[in-house]
């Protein structure tokens, strides 16, 4: 190993590289506000809490000198990270909740497979293993142990009720289908699939077979999620670095999360 | 004959607000008893057991035969105007605000003679000949029962008389916050007030994304307005208070949520939070951001802000073990409501609590019939505000269980166990 190989080199490289702006910082975090919606299920099941605040004081007679808030919010809100014990099929893995999974699988390269043109035509486009073979052509093999990130510029609807895209069907998202997950987890090995969209999967995806692939078999295979990303649009759709730490609940599914990502350049 | 109320001119901005004064509103224990009634919309008067005697005002003894055993018996109102007086002058700072006022003497078919407001469609009383009339019992601006008589027979623009608007909260020119119109009893509540006349009707929209059939005709109504208002986001009430706060001149928070569980079927606390969360919650957070101007502007026009109407449920009252959570959440409701009344009460703004029984919407449909149709229920909403009623039981059920719970609250209470 020579001198400028040495892992001290490497960091201290990186924050040249960061004060030069050779190195960007890419937020792919939405802010975490009442306004933003949360995720929807039918009304005989238990609800996700959207992100409320309350003012515990703000330089007055509950607390003079001081400001703050007490925050309430579902582990799934806002820009999230799902951890596999979120899904059934997850349940049992080793190391898989917010609190047990390592650190390392904090950081990890990212794929970004540009859907926007197709998300723009249809909100139920399905990402499929053809196209993500077409994207292989162009950028290389989906290396191992790195996220695939959908990009969709659904994260630029910015009125609530476009987002969410409900309908008498249900809601309407693109997403992955069942085919692309299988492909992804088992032959290419992601750490895990991020979206733009409030879940991972489909806005349709109760009805495909099986329900949910994103989740039953992402998770079902110890892998990772992240949704209501924003700024993918910024990412190259190579050599990003996603740096994405979930708060560390106690035996926890999930975490909103400040996602961010390093970009060269 | 009555001048039709017109719309209310915008305020003079540089005029001081004209700040809300009551009539006094002490009263004996007898005639609280007597208020009670007429909050309820019954007209009573105090009835002795011994000699029959019907006596007004209320007191602690029969004034004929001084037997202390007094009931109350409902009277017809009907009677003839023997005399009347126009009142100039008075110290009470709400009636030197309201002088000239017509005062009259009405013998009741009852066998009492009552001292009465009149309406200014009453005929000129006269010596030697009696005019009939009709006395209701209204609660007045300090919510204390009080009389007025109406002419015999109705009288066009009869609601608009000035001393019975002090006495009522019809919502006719009225600007009207629904604070969930998208729900069964919202869009049944938004449309009542728009045909009752109302100037603006702000319907209140949560999670704009959940839009239920209907909602879209009822926001394209004349004078409807939706807004946003989230009821578990203190920045979104306060946000709409912001906008138009100053400008409710009624509100009514119709916003609930309503599961069926008690507690050993359903695990854990979320959803019965949820419910604590806009049905007790949410009132807290309206009262805090609406209260204020509400209060203000309880005189600042001919059409200043009435009154606050919590719908709540029978169930408050006493639980509905099958919607233990639910009863729960309401009660809590009802519980800050009276607070709400006694911190309303300075201004003259009538909190009118609604205790309906099963509405027949999506969360009772396992319920059997009777149910009250969601347009039922609005429009005995607007009925209270006509007749300024504090508190209704609209339905078959509710009626039949506020009977037995003025019985004994704790037979019912085990009767509810069989519901």
């Known amino acids: 190993m020579s001198a400028s190989d040495s892992p001290a080199h490497v960091l201290s490289g990186v924050l040249d590289a960061l004060a030069s702006q050779n190195l960007r910082v890419v937020d792919l975090s939405q802010t975490l506000s009442p306004r933003f919606p949360q995720i929807v299920l039918p009304p005989e099941f238990d609800q996700c809490a959207p992100f409320r605040m309350e003012e515990i004081s703000r330089y007055d007679g509950r607390g003079p000198a001081w400001y703050w808030n007490n925050i309430s919010f579902g582990e799934h809100t806002g820009t999230h990270f799902d951890a596999p014990v979120h899904w059934i099929t997850g349940r049992d893995l080793p190391n898989a909740a917010t609190d047990s999974l390592p650190a390392r699988s904090f950081i990890a390269p990212a794929c970004v497979v540009d859907c926007s043109a197709q998300a723009a035509q249809d909100a139920d486009f399905l990402l499929t293993v053809d196209r993500l073979r077409a994207w292989e052509v162009q950028y290389g093999r989906i290396p191992e142990g790195s996220w695939l990130l959908m990009r969709t510029d659904w994260s630029k609807r910015t009125d609530p009720v476009a987002y969410q895209n409900f309908d008498a069907a249900g809601q309407h998202t693109p997403g992955p289908d069942v085919a692309a997950v299988e492909f992804l987890v088992h032959d290419r090995g992601v750490i895990g699939f991020g979206s733009e969209t409030i879940g991972t999967d489909a806005g349709q995806a109760a009805h495909f077979r099986p329900p949910y692939p994103c989740h039953a078999i992402m998770h079902g295979n110890g892998r990772l999620g992240l949704q209501c990303l924003c700024n993918l649009d910024l990412l190259p759709p190579t050599g990003a670095i996603v740096i994405a730490a979930p708060l560390k609940i106690l035996h926890g599914s999930g975490s909103p999360v400040r996602a961010i990502a390093l970009v060269a350049g | ?419």
């Open chain 2, 1 to 419: 004959m009555t001048d039709a109320l017109k719309r209310a001119a915008p305020r003079n901005p540089i005029l001081p607000l004209r700040v809300p004064t009551l009539p006094p509103g002490q009263r004996s224990r007898a005639a609280l008893r007597w208020t009670a009634s007429v909050a309820e919309g019954r007209f009573e008067l105090q009835s002795c057991h011994d000699c029959g005697q019907i006596q007004y005002p209320p007191r602690d003894a029969c004034t004929n035969c001084l037997s202390i055993r007094l009931t109350w018996k409902p009277v017809s109102g009907r009677g003839d105007l023997i005399s009347e007086t126009l009142l100039h002058h008075s110290n009470e700072l709400y009636y030197r605000a309201r002088v000239p006022l017509r005062l009259g003497l009405v013998r009741l078919a009852e066998g009492v003679t009552v001292l009465t407001h009149l309406h200014g469609d009453c005929p000129v009383a006269k010596a030697n000949e009696s005019i009939p009339v009709r006395v209701r019992a209204h609660l007045d601006k300090a919510g204390q029962a009080a009389l007025i008589a109406l002419p015999a027979t109705d009288t066009p623009n009869m609601a608009d008389d000035r001393m019975l608007r002090e006495m009522t909260s019809d919502p006719k020119f009225r600007k009207v916050l629904i604070t969930d119109g998208k729900s069964a009893t919202g869009q049944a509540l938004v449309k009542a007030f728009v045909d009752a006349g109302a100037d603006i009707v702000w319907a209140g929209l949560s999670e704009p994304w959940k839009q239920p059939p209907g909602f879209d005709a009822i926001s394209k109504l004349p004078n409807v307005t939706v807004v946003p208002l989230e009821l578990t986001d203190p920045r979104s009430v306060e946000d709409l208070a912001g906008s138009i706060g100053g400008k409710v001149d009624i509100l009514v928070n119709n916003a609930e949520v309503h599961r069926a569980h008690g507690i050993g079927d359903r695990r854990g606390t979320e959803t019965a939070r949820a419910e604590m969360d806009i049905n007790y919650f949410g009132l807290l957070r309206l009262a805090q951001s609406f209260g204020p101007a509400l209060r203000a502007r309880a005189a600042d026009s001919a059409v200043p802000s009435t009154a606050w109407v919590n719908i709540l449920s029978i169930y408050a009252l006493s639980a509905l073990p099958g919607q233990g959570t639910f009863s729960a959440s309401k009660a809590a409701a009802f519980s800050l409501s009276q607070t709400l009344r006694s911190e309303m009460r300075g201004a003259g703004i009538r909190v009118v609590n609604v205790f309906p029984g099963p509405i027949d919407d999506e969360w009772t449909q396992t319920l059997p019939p009777p149910k009250l149709a969601p347009a039922a229920l609005a429009k005995a909403v607007v009925k209270a505000l006509k007749d300024g009623v504090e508190d209704i039981y609209p339905g078959d059920v509710a009626q039949d269980l506020f009977t037995k719970w003025q019985e004994s609250a704790k037979v019912l209470e085990r009767e509810m166990w069989d519901q």
